[in-house]
T-cell receptor, first 113, second 112 residues
Framework: DAGVTQTPRHEVAEKGQTIILKCEPV?????LFWYRQTKIQGLELLSY????????DGGAFKDRFKAEMLNSSFSTLKIQPTEPKDSAVYLC???????????FGAGTRLSVL | QQKVQQSPESLIVPEGGMASLNCTSS?????YFWWYRQHSGKSPKMLM?????GEKEEGRFTVHLNKASLHTSLHIRDSQPSDSALYLC????????????FGKGTKLSVKS
């Protein structure tokens, strides 16, 4: 089985641009998570979907971050407009159940100039 | 304030030595703990999980949990250069992934 696939691996954006990150979860997994990872804050939850329904929208990230899951095998994270402080690694993870292991993708490294 | 605190921030151990990593939650409602390992430039991968008081051993890795103090520790014996990575501790209530909180991690370097 394929793992979690994230594209692109690297993204460079100008301040104010809109960027869309993509994620394909492990086939059959019902839970999908978007995290942001920085050295200062560590891993922060952005969004959580269960069976395509948005369960958690990450509170503080609501205003410029929007995650969608149009079908069970594909999710997007849109950041609009981007700011330099958004520079980070964005990780997508999936799980087969609420108490099960998270499987992470390789991440997208975003640099906002 | 970070709800999951890990110490030390970084650790250097000689090859063949013992590495001990600590993690404490300030949320008294958590009762499930995971350890994830993230090699440089790679994604985190689950290493071990523990839900009951006591100890769990898998090969060179041993995890302890004290639920009363909400403290877990990870011990790596006979450390290898390939163990060099960022070790992330995560905690949740009732084992729910939706309420998983990660610590900032301990960076382990094993020197040969």
């Amino acid at each position: 089985d394929a793992g979690v696939t994230q594209t692109p691996r690297h993204e460079v954006a100008e301040k104010g641009q809109t960027i869309i990150l993509k994620c394909e979860p492990v086939s059959g997994h019902n839970d999908l998570f978007w995290y942001r990872q920085t050295k200062i804050q560590g891993l922060e939850l952005l969004s959580y979907f269960r069976s395509k329904s948005l369960m958690e929208d990450g509170g503080a990230f609501k205003d410029r971050f929007k995650a969608e899951m149009l079908n069970s095998s594909f999710s997007t994270l849109k950041i609009q407009p981007t700011e330099p402080k958004d520079s980070a690694v964005y990780l997508c993870a999936s799980s087969s159940g609420t108490v099960n292991t998270l499987y992470f993708g390789a991440g997208t490294r975003l640099s906002v100039l | 304030q970070q709800k999951v605190q890990q110490s030390p921030e970084s650790l250097i151990v000689p090859e063949g030595g013992m590495a001990s990593l600590n993690c404490t939650s300030s949320d008294r409602n958590v009762d499930y703990f995971w350890w994830y390992r993230q090699h440089s430039g790679k994604s985190p991968k689950m290493l071990m999980s523990i839900f009951s008081n006591g100890e769990k051993e898998e090969g060179r890795f041993t995890v302890h949990l004290n639920k009363a103090s909400l403290h877990t520790s990870l011990h790596i014996r006979d450390s290898q250069p390939s163990d060099s990575a960022l070790y992330l501790c995560a905690a949740s209530r009732g084992g729910s992934n939706a309420k998983l909180t990660f610590g900032k991690g301990t960076k382990l370097s094993v020197k040969s």
